[in-house]
């Protein structure tokens, strides 16, 4: 059974970095795209960050994270991460990582195949 297992998360200071790591043991890794979601205290679960399958060539970011996050994946260790950099009091929240076949699929975030349990970050001001 496959399960994509998020760790990291933490309590920062506004203006601070946090990398996000999501392990997928099981999976065959590179036939998958691979997105973050964070939801956010009376929000709905919304996207993040996407990257494409195999070689990750294609990324994709939400306006208000680009320049700051960055988001990228190991095949080798069957794992993808999200840095956070220049944290801000908005990008407080569970952050999950998802995993379908299809990158459009991902950045949807409707149908994908996985999800993971999530991880809590939390950015004071």
């Known amino acids: 059974q496959v399960q994509l297992v998020e760790s990291g998360g933490s309590v920062v200071q506004t203006g601070g970095s946090i990398r996000l790591s999501c392990a997928a043991p099981?999976?065959?890794?590179?036939?998958?795209?691979l997105g973050w979601f964070r939801q956010s205290p009376g929000d709905e679960r919304r996207f993040v960050a996407a990257i494409s399958q195999r070689g990750g060539e294609r990324t994709l970011y939400t306006e208000s994270v680009r320049g700051r996050f960055t988001i990228s994946r190991d095949n080798a260790k069957n794992t993808v991460y999200l840095q956070m950099n220049d944290l801000k009091p908005d990008d407080t929240g569970t952050y999950y990582c998802?995993?379908?076949?299809?990158?459009?699929?991902?950045?949807?975030?409707?149908?994908?195949?996985?999800w993971g349990q999530g991880t809590q970050v939390t950015v004071s001001s």
């Open positions: 099981g999976l065959a890794f590179g036939a998958y795209a």
């Open positions: 998802t995993a379908d076949q299809s990158y459009g699929i991902v950045i949807g975030g409707t149908r994908c195949d996985y």
